[in-house]
């Protein structure tokens, strides 16, 4: 049950339904889109009681077949971590209305801009 309401969860977020409890939390309100692996999971375990990890969040996001990996940022840490890179995600609804010709198994990638940029198919 608690894989199913992370699920449902984040793609409501992905998707830009806030719910108003999550508001009452301080969540700010937002249009569909992508958002990196960091975000996701620091609005998750703002707004629940017992949140998740960072390992649990990864499969249910690489897992999913709701949820698309749409590109990567770089990020850099504290202290001694340097740079690093994240992943970004959106849900196949916000990818569909952007790219109607969207199957099920394309890649699709996130220019600097934050636009979907092309779809490479499965060979």
Not at 3 to 13: E, F, V
Not at 18 to 24: F, N
Not at 86 to 111: E, H, N, Q, T
């Amino acid at each position: 049950m608690r894989t199913k309401r992370l699920r449902m969860n984040i793609r409501n977020y992905l998707d830009g339904k806030i719910p108003p409890s999550w508001i009452e939390k301080g969540v700010i309100d937002r249009n569909a889109g992508p958002a990196s692996t960091h975000e996701i999971l620091d609005v998750y375990n703002g707004v629940t009681r017992h949140g998740t990890t960072p390992q649990q969040l990864g499969n249910v996001l690489s897992k999913d077949e709701h949820i698309i990996k749409v590109g990567s940022t770089r990020v850099s840490g504290s202290g001694l971590s340097g740079r690093y890179t994240i992943c970004m995600w959106a849900s196949d609804d916000y990818v569909l209305s952007l790219i109607p010709d969207f199957k099920k198994g394309d890649r699709v990638i996130m220019d600097e801009h934050g636009n979907l940029e092309k779809i490479i198919g499965r060979d």
